[in-house]
T-cell receptor, first 114, second 112 residues
Framework: DAGVIQSPRHEVTEMGQEVTLRCKPI?????LFWYRQTMMRGLELLIYFNNNVPIDDSGMPEDRFSAKMPNASFSTLKIQPSEPRDSAVYFC????????????FGPGTRLTVL | SQKIEQNSEALNIQEGKTATLTCNYT??????LQWYRQDPGRGPVFLLLIRENEKEKRKERLKVTFDTTLKQSLFHITASQPADSATYLCALDTGGSYIPTFGRGTSLIVHP
């Protein structure tokens, strides 16, 4: 298995533009997580899905952020409109079902909003 | 307030020594605690999990302890090597859903 795949790896955009981050989880994993990592706040959970259904989006900072999971092999995180304070590394992770299971992280997308 | 605390200062040690990293938490009763390793420019990688009813878990040169009375986990790397240099994050479930919350991590630097 190729592991969790994220694209793009780097994204530079201007304030006000729409940004879409993509994730392909590991096949067979029931859980998908989106995180944001910054020096100031560490690794923050934004939203997670179970069997393609959003379970908890309380970490999504604002209405400018939205996430979808149309099928078991694809998820998107969208920021519209983007702002400089959204600059961070965004990670997608997946996990098999069952308690305690470790999360498998993708390589991350480094987002810079100018 | 509820918190997960890891040393923000980097830990510098000499090759061959044992590195010990600390994860403290308050106001939680986690069912488990996990440790991850993160290298620059990469996502975290799972290392070990320890459950609330376990005192200690080992894997090769790694050892994790879990003291639910002290609300603390210690992560040990014996015979450390420069290749062990990375940031180490602890994660524990904080709300009963088994979804982990991550600490901010501690950077370990092993000098040759």
């Amino acid at each position: 298995d190729a592991g969790v795949i994220q694209s793009p790896r780097h994204e530079v955009t201007e304030m006000g533009q729409e940004v879409t981050l993509r994730c392909k989880p590991i096949s067979g994993h029931d859980y998908l997580f989106w995180y944001r990592q910054t020096m100031m706040r560490g690794l923050e959970l934004l939203i997670y899905f179970n069997n393609n259904v959003p379970i908890d989006d309380s970490g999504m900072p604002e209405d400018r952020f939205s996430a979808k999971m149309p099928n078991a092999s694809f998820s998107t995180l969208k920021i519209q409109p983007s702002e400089p304070r959204d600059s961070a590394v965004y990670f997608c992770a997946s996990s098999p079902s069952g308690a305690y299971n470790e999360q498998f992280f993708g390589p991350g997308t480094r987002l810079t909003v100018l | 307030s509820q918190k997960i605390e890891q040393n923000s200062e980097a830990l510098n040690i000499q090759e061959g020594k044992t590195a010990t990293l600390t994860c403290n938490y308050t106001n939680y009763s986690p069912a488990y605690l996990q440790w991850y390793r993160q290298d620059p420019g990469r996502g975290p990688v799972f290392l070990l999990l320890i459950r609330e009813n376990e005192k200690e878990k080992r894997k090769e040169r790694l050892k994790v302890t879990f003291d639910t009375t002290l609300k603390q986990s210690l992560f040990h790397i014996t015979a450390s090597q420069p290749a062990d240099s990375a940031t180490y994050l602890c994660a524990l479930d904080t709300g009963g859903s088994y979804i982990p919350t991550f600490g901010r991590g501690t950077s370990l630097i092993v000098h040759p």
